[in-house]
């Protein structure tokens, strides 16, 4: 069983927003289950922007093997922002995850030549009545 990464790095980084302690937190929160998906994260990149009445979250995942994920959302709320954009980048490492599984997996064989019997309950009556009898085949070499 995995258990959470605490000591996952997460850069909180915010655009044209102070980012508060609050957010920080937030964010820390909703990304500390992400390691139970994929256990192989090394780095995790968050950019809050705000212009106007357009709140975007942008979430950069740096993993192992050079595999880099990334998503974005866009809300009129920051935390809506920030679940949204987690949402999404959870989704995407569930989709690469299920990816490698099904690559590695050994392919099920198919019983496409298996063949079956079906017996009628006239055969199974003309089968009982001929086992009491002897069956003479002749001359045999």
Known sequence: MQVQNANL???VTGRHVSVT????EYCRRRLACLHLDYPKIIEVQIILDVQKYRHTAEVILHCSNHI?????????????SIDEVV???ARQ????????MRKHR???HT?????ETVLRWEWVEEKEQLEGTEIDFGNEP
Do not use: C, F, G, N
């Not at 880099?68 to 809506?80: G, I, K, N």
């Not at 490492?93 to 490698?100: A, G, I, Q």
């Not at 019983?111 to 063949?115: A, K, M, V, Y």
């Open 9 to 11: 790095p997460i850069q």
């Open 21 to 24: 302690e609050a957010m920080k």
């Open 68 to 80: 880099t994920l990334e998503a974005s959302a866009e809300s009129d709320d920051m935390y809506v």
């Open 87 to 89: 949402d999404k980048i």
């Open 93 to 100: 490492m569930r989709k690469y995850k299920t990816r490698l």
């Open 106 to 108: 050994p392919r099920k």
């Open 111 to 115: 019983i496409r030549h298996l063949e």
